[in-house]
């Protein structure tokens, strides 16, 4: 398997470490060529891609992890999504005249919030939320003291993200009984001597070998992850029935037609009069036509 747009799990045999590795390549050019973002915000996008794969490749879930950053500065929002199926979509919403040059702190400001959802895709099982203060000076920072807070797991997080891959190193403490506790600090020293330039250039078996050729490592199958969007035109169409046929034939009546883009894959939706009718199963545009009159 290509090490592009790959997964990697892996445990240690000696120590009470679970871990993994992921590269997005493809799937990271997707979401860039859908929108252009600038630099400080396309560096914590790809970082929040490439986290969501790996907190989502140890949940045995059925559904969808959401990240998403509430932002009190030039960034209001940031939300990457990861399904069980390894497919993966991000997007975030900014001042666009913001300065190229911003940190994080200055592009998230003060008062944001780090919120983590775990959405079933079976219909009514109970979806879980938990939301913290955004603490630390980076994006993994961030969601190591989001897990030990909302978790109590002890976490390391090495992401980057330049402008054609995003990728990261996950960590994570497991309980007593598996390994020698004193493995745990060993394997974070270890991982510490990782430069962001070959986490972005190194294949996961590259890395694993150049941080732990003298430990015992079970490497799992890699798993392929893809772009994809969730959105669909029957999605769209039961948003605007919620709306109500009223507000809906209104927007129509003045604009000609209802026009929905998907955040996230820039595909538009249109909706015209017929499409309407058809919608709302009735002739709703005649209907808000004579109570005008």
Known sequence: ???????????????????????????????????????PVRSMLGEMMAAAVLLAANLKFDGTLILQIHGAGP????????????TVRATAKFDEALDEGLSLAELLGE???????????????????????LEGDSIGQMLENYMRRSEQLDTRLILAANESTAAGLLLQRLPEGHGD?????????????????????????????????????????AE????????????????LKMLGGQEVADVVLEQGSVEIACDFCNQHYVFDEEDVNALFEYDVMAAVRESRH
């Open 75 to 86: 960034l209001r929002l940031a939300v990457v999504e990861c399904n069980n199926d390894r």
């Open 224 to 239: 392929p992850v893809s772009f994809a969007c969730t959105c669909s035109r029957e999605r769209v169409g039961g948003m």
């Open 111 to 133: 008062g944001g919030k780090f919120v983590m959802t775990l959405e079933p895709r079976v219909d009514k099982a109970q979806t879980w939320q938990g939301i913290v203060a």
């Open 1 to 39: 398997m290509t090490q592009h747009d790959t997964l990697q799990r892996f445990l240690f045999d000696g120590a009470p470490v679970r871990g993994a590795l992921v590269r997005l390549d493809g799937a990271w050019q997707q979401v860039l060529a859908r929108r252009r973002y600038p630099l």
């Open 181 to 221: 506790a004193e493995g745990w600090p060993h394997v974070l020293t270890l991982a510490e001597t990782l430069q962001h330039d070959e986490l972005l250039s190194l294949s996961a078996d590259d890395i694993l070998f150049r941080l732990y050729h003298q430990e015992a490592v079970r490497v799992f199958d």
